[in-house]
């Protein structure tokens, strides 16, 4: 037993003095060679441009597309509090889900701002076997649209992750799911929905995946192509829903994921009348390419909304400052989302009304209008 804890202690030093050893190595080598991380790079610009650095939006506006995952206990007033600070009329939280927290979040918001902020349900597609599950459905949305709910809103996983009891993936269009669809048309609420992601994401993770460092913090997010439906395929499913029920109004969340190609994404438009899209977390996409983008706007200005996703107040700032500035070559607030830089679209005041509160108002019609005057 002595020999052996002997041999242990040895083997335990000798590893501990290579590890000190490569250590000392590496960090010599990453200083002569002046080496580090891409994660490390953050280098200052040098370039001298004018600057405009807004922290309020220049005309009152909607944010179609927020997350607040503590509606039911949150301070209404400190948010409110805030959405004045930025010019924020309204908000609306998708995260709704569905019974005691539904109806929690709709209390809270009934007592404390009921002109400020809004909600969105969501449903659980993998009670799609249910026999009853279409009824069921339609029975939820009428009464939550009853209730005080805005609309409907469809996650990700439905189309990659959802499935049902045979293990089988839920593709979007499932026939099985055009109650749900016709029930949101009938109440004449939207749906928001998020289908698929960035085409990269199913891309080989290597030195020409642009979304490398997104997918190397956040590695969940690769969708394999041998386990995955394709890119492709999970759209194709989503715009045959559109297809299929054109009395429902649907915004596609995120630029349909097309914002990397607003040729595309203005076909899609075209064809489909009632879609509209939203910007939220893809404001890099836009930023660099001003001119392109500038027309796309301008061409669709009756089609787009304006949508953030995950509520920070001061990111916030990057987006009036794409939308309403002509400033070059300043940062987006994430790194993984856009190593490129942003520039400004400066679009017209007629534009920025439009994608601000008043193509959202034709969606929701019943918001008090004296917060847009």
């Known amino acids: 037993m002595f020999f052996s804890l002997k041999n242990f202690i040895k083997s335990l030093f000798f590893i501990l003095l290579l590890g000190g050893v ?26 001298i441009v004018p600057q405009n650095l807004l922290t309020k939006a220049k005309y009152p506006f909607i944010d179609v597309h927020s997350h607040l995952f503590d509606m039911p206990l949150r301070d209404l007033n400190k948010l409110t509090s805030e959405m004045d600070d930025l010019n924020m009329a309204f908000i609306i939280n998708l995260s709704g889900f569905r019974g ?72 979007v269009n499932d026939p099985r799911l055009d109650p749900v669809w016709k ?3 009938d109440n004449n609420i939207p749906v928001l929905i998020h289908s698929g992601e960035p085409s990269s994401f199913w891309m080989p993770k290597d030195k020409f995946n642009e979304r490398w460092l997104e997918l190397r913090q956040k590695p969940r997010r690769y969708r394999d192509p041998k386990t995955n439906p394709s890119f492709e395929e999970v759209l194709a499913e989503q715009h045959e829903v559109f297809r299929n029920h054109p009395n429902t109004t649907f915004i596609n969340a995120h630029l349909g994921w ?46 787009i909304l304006f ?13 009036f400052r794409v939308l309403e500035t ?46 847009f005057k």
């Open 326 to 371: 002509d400033d070059e070559y300043f940062d987006y607030y994430r790194k993984r989302h856009a190593h490129w830089k942003m520039y400004g679209l400066a679009l017209p005041d007629s534009v920025l009304k439009k994608v601000y509160y008043e193509n959202a108002l034709k969606i929701f019609p019943k918001l008090d209008k004296n917060l």
């Open 307 to 319: 949508g953030k996703d995950s509520y920070k107040p001061s990111e916030y700032y990057t987006y």
């Open 258 to 303: 097309m914002g990397n190609d607003l040729d595309r994404l203005g076909k899609h438009l075209d064809r489909y009348p009632n879609v509209l899209t939203e910007i939220g977390a893809v404001l890099a996409e836009i930023g660099r390419q001003p001119k392109r983008a500038r027309k796309f706007f301008i061409d669709y200005q009756d089609r």
């Open 183 to 185: 029930a949101c048309g």
């Open 22 to 47: 490569s250590f000392i190595v590496i960090d010599f080598l990453k200083t002569k060679k002046n080496l580090m991380d891409i994660e490390e790079y953050t280098p200052k610009s040098t370039l």
């Open 100 to 171: 005691i927290y539904l109806n929690q979040s709709l209390e809270n918001i009934r007592e404390n701002a009921p002109n400020r902020v809004g909600l969105f349900v969501n449903i659980d597609f993998e009670d799609i076997d249910d026999p009853l599950f279409g009824k069921s459905i339609a029975k939820f949305i009428d009464s939550a649209a009853a209730n005080g709910a805005m609309g409907l809103k469809v996650y990700k996983s439905l189309g990659l992750t959802s499935k049902d009891n045979s293990g089988n993936r839920i593709a």
